[in-house]
């Protein structure tokens, strides 16, 4: 990848075809650059000794000075050469504008890898091929071959297509959108997606990005690492194309997970577990970006309309209902009957406000502040249409005035011609989102929602499950390798159900029965009535081949039940293996039924199913989708996405689920597929819930025969893009004086923990850590410090029981430099009551050695000139310090030579 600071922000750019032709690449990216601030240029073209007046080189060899950025704009069959002297001669990264790439076909794909081929040898961070190139507004940098500059602001956009995404930046700079950076990544065949997400997390002029994405995301564990980073503190909108699947070549349909997790779903999983804002229409890209910097975010989804034309007012709200926002409900004691006092009887007195076509200023900035004291409004959203009776430019300073009492957003649709115009834009200096129509600004606060419970899911303090952090697996893992060696891929239901077992999934009590007598032992046994189901391996769904007979009360129709299950299967599928029945007790009385089940999607790993289950499950296709690891926050998340969840509280008389015993199974169940990347497939369905309790009666897994055949991976958890907990680093330890401490990695479940601690130590400790005085320790502190990304950044903690209680007595973290240089930041903060035992010692050691493993060349942090004991601790582990200030003391470890 590269130095993509030297990319982004290059002193010296070489322009590697340039020349005086009108209407080509090469003049038009020269152009540009030449303008481009006080930036040395070197244009390239040994056909010309001159180009506008400037000196050219024959090659990029012959340069006099090193190249930060060398711009490719010549035909594609000479850029692989041009490439490979580009790295002889140093230059620091490329952009390569030429098409005819691998979406020219075979031999462009070719020319690619050829390009990569090469590049190994030089590691140039490069963008494109095929791609429009790069700007930076604030920085005066524009390396494209567009004619247009756009406005300084601060949205940053980042697209993979040259076509589309050159209309919506067009659009964009019409719009007079300003931006911090625009990125063409074309073909992305090095720089990607996640790359340059993580460049603009530390970037001061980017506040949101903007991302528009026609490909696949490119490497899917960098991007989601950095856009996990980025989006708790700043927006992200995405605008993709949906993927259209024709029903040809849909995929293999071998369970109801595998059938209903397409990709549209998994690819919005993905985002809402990210916390990215995904837009459906084009229109929305910009606006979405403006209005999730806001000042003013909506609390909840109940939203306040008020307008001088009753027909938009209603389809407003029309729009709003369907789209999952509510109506505010106005207080009927204040809000109703403050209104009254000024609004004409006729008025509605209700939600959407229709405040009459008279309404002057006064009546329309009345009324929207009175909304907005409203306790049952999260949001208001004011439309005007022009009536002659308010002048758009005055109610504008009028809103603009109501706005500022406020802490709630207030959204405004200004409907009409260019006497309009003046007004939005008004409103808009003053950062009160303004649009043409009704039906946008609804769209508007809809995204202001999504993106506040993407937040919400980001920073919520997950409750502690009681479930075993390392359920014993070796004895699973075995059943998979002589699954496997008998090239039988689909476990049977008895070997299925040992999974679930071990993962703490209640289980309906069965036996497996090879021949009828065994059958009527185990029911016996069981206990009437029960169910038969065929046991073969061929088999997925069995009630489409007459495979399951329910409600078997007795020995005679137990015999008839048999003889039914073999001869149905015989008439429908004659080929299969029948191993024999499974006899299961029945349950009488289900209350619900639900389908919790898993698959591997082929770009994204591992994603969970959970919905509506029963026979009727891919009619219904109520269900949501998510990714592992699930926490109990998620799993009640995910849950909550489903319409049955609304059934589960209780529904028509029928006992509510136990939702805590359900957020305990999906934890459980994400464990289990976090633990086996063997799983191709898995059903449990039903998972039914009787009398408020769930148990599984049926699962079904299926093995994927390509882990078992590579049995290693580079990665732990190579089915997986989020980083599960890292239990390889729970230690035991003991501090000098014998005290028990557990040392591991912090969790978001912490916050708790982590608080008491924070709060008890010394303000003198507070400062040594924080290196400043702190008198709140806020959630947000928390946030960021427990909800980590265990790929980017670890904290380990140090904690004690007494009593049975848990404390945290120490917290060592390291913040890992993710652009590439190589460095980690520490930082370690132990108890009072506990200092001078030792603790301090153990946790710099852990994340050295955590350091060290992660291939860091150098382990740094800073410490107070005062905080004699840690400087002492640090010289004694071999690092050497530095005066960087009068109050701090960088020291520092190379781990690299």
Not at 21 to 47: C, H, I, W
Not at 727 to 740: H, K, Q
Request: one cysteine or more.
């Amino acid at each position: 990848m590269g130095n993509l600071q030297k990319l982004f922000n290059p002193e010296t750019i070489a322009v590697i075809g340039a020349t005086e032709k009108e209407g080509t690449f090469g003049r038009a990216v020269l152009e540009n650059v030449l303008t481009s601030g006080d930036r040395k240029v070197y244009p390239v073209n040994p056909n010309r000794e001159t180009v506008l007046g400037n000196p050219c080189w024959s090659e990029i060899g012959a340069v006099p000075g090193p190249v930060d950025l060398a711009i490719i704009a010549t035909p594609a069959a000479t850029v692989p050469g041009v490439v490979d002297a580009c790295g002889r001669a140093g230059v620091g990264g490329l952009i390569i504008i030429a098409a005819g790439f691998r979406e020219a076909g075979a031999e462009g794909k070719r020319l690619e890898e050829e390009i990569l081929r090469i590049n190994a040898a030089y590691g140039m961070g490069i963008v494109g091929p095929n791609c429009l190139g790069i700007m930076r507004p604030p920085l005066n940098l524009n390396a494209t071959f567009l004619r247009d500059n756009p406005d300084a602001g601060n949205i940053a956009f980042i697209s993979d297509a040259g076509s589309f995404g050159r209309t919506l930046l067009d659009w964009g700079i019409s719009s007079h959108i300003g931006f911090s950076m625009v990125v063409s990544l074309g073909s992305a065949i090095d720089v990607n997606f996640g790359d340059v997400i993580e460049f603009l997390a530390d970037d001061p002029h980017t506040k949101s990005i903007i991302l528009y994405m026609e490909e696949v995301v490119g490497n899917v564990k960098r991007f989601v690492s950095a856009v996990r980073g980025f989006a708790r503190y700043k927006p992200v909108i995405l605008l993709k194309p949906p993927i259209l699947i024709l029903e040809d070549e849909d995929y293999v349909r071998l369970t109801h997970s595998g059938a209903m997790a397409r990709p549209e779903r998994v690819y919005d999983a993905l985002f809402r577990r990210l916390g990215v804002v995904r837009v459906r229409e084009a229109q929305d890209l910009f606006n979405a970006a403006g209005v999730l910097f806001s000042r003013n975010r909506p609390k909840g989804p109940r939203l306040a309309i008020i307008s001088n034309a009753n027909g938009i007012g209603i389809i407003a709200a029309k729009q709003l209902l369907t789209s999952g926002g509510l109506l505010a409900e106005l207080s009927k004691e204040t809000t109703i009957r403050a209104m009254d006092a000024f609004i004409p009887p006729c008025w509605n007195r209700r939600n959407p406000v229709h405040i009459l076509r008279n309404a002057d200023t006064p009546r329309y900035a009345e009324a929207a502040e009175i909304c907005l004291k409203d306790p049952g409004v999260d949001g208001l959203l004011v439309i005007y249409t022009p009536q002659d009776f308010a002048q758009p430019e005055e109610l504008a300073e009028a809103l603009i005035a109501a706005a500022a009492k406020t802490d709630k957003p207030l959204l405004t649709a200004w409907m009409g011609g260019r006497e309009m115009l003046r007004g939005r834009e008004l409103m808009a200096e003053k950062g009160i989102p303004a649009y043409e129509t009704a039906e946008a600004a609804v769209r508007a606060y809809l995204y202001m929602i999504q993106y506040e419970r993407n937040l919400q899911l980001l920073q919520e303090t997950p409750a502690e499950l009681p479930l075993d952090e390392a359920p014993p697996k070796n004895h699973l893992k075995a059943l998979i390798r002589r699954s496997c060696r008998e090239t039988c891929f689909i476990l049977t239901e008895e070997d299925s159900r040992k999974f679930l077992h071990n993962y703490g999934i209640p289980v309906i009590p069965s036996r497996m029965a090879t021949t009828l007598e065994e059958a009527m032992a185990a029911a016996r046994e069981i206990g009437y009535p029960v169910v038969l189901k065929v046991a073969s391996p061929d088999i997925i769904f069995r009630q489409d081949v007459g495979g399951v007979v329910t409600a078997i009360d007795c020995e005679k129709t137990l015999i008839t039940a048999h003889h039914r299950i073999l001869d149905g299967v015989r008439q429908f599928t004659p080929k299969s293996t029948v191993r024999g029945v499974t006899v299961q007790k029945m349950v009488e009385h289900i209350d619900y039924e639900l389908i919790l089940g898993a698959k591997k999607d082929r770009h994204f790993g591992a994603v969970i199913l959970f919905g509506m289950g029963g026979i009727g499950v891919e009619l219904f296709r109520d269900f949501s989708v998510g990714l592992p690891p699930l926490n109990q926050t998620l799993a009640r998340r995910l849950m909550e996405e489903t319409r049955v969840y609304r059934m589960l509280q209780g529904f028509r008389g029928k006992t509510p689920a136990d939702i805590r015993q359900l957020e305990k199974i999906l934890v459980g169940f994400s464990r289990m597929i976090v633990d086996f990347p063997e799983i191709r497939e898995m059903d449990i369905n039903p998972l039914a819930v009787c009398q408020g309790k769930a148990v599984a009666l049926d699962a079904r897994i299926l093995l994927d025969h390509g882990v078992y055949q590579e049995k290693a991976s580079a990665s732990a958890y190579p089915h997986l893009v989020i980083t599960p907990y890292p239990t390889r680093y729970v230690t035991p330890w003991r501090l000098i004086d014998g005290t028990e401490v557990i040392l591991r990695p912090i969790r978001p479940e912490d916050e708790p923990l982590e608080h008491e601690m924070l709060s008890t130590v010394s303000a003198e400790t507070l400062r040594s850590r924080f290196y400043q005085n702190l008198k709140h320790i806020s959630h947000a502190m928390h946030v960021r410090s427990c909800h980590i990304d265990y790929d980017r950044e670890m904290a380990i903690v140090a904690e004690i029981r007494t009593d049975q209680k848990k404390r945290l007595i120490g917290i060592g973290s390291l913040a890992i430099d993710t652009n590439g240089g190589g460095t980690g930041e520490f930082a370690v903060i132990v108890h009072d009551d506990f200092g001078g035992r030792g603790l301090a010692s153990k946790l710099l050691d852990v994340l050295i050695g955590i350091a060290a493993e992660r291939g860091l060349k150098e382990f740094y942090g800073f410490v107070e000139p005062t905080n004699g004991r840690m400087t002492a601790l640090c010289e004694k582990l071999g690092m050497t310090r530095r005066r960087v200030s009068e109050d701090l003391v960088r020291v520092s470890l190379t781990l690299e030579g």
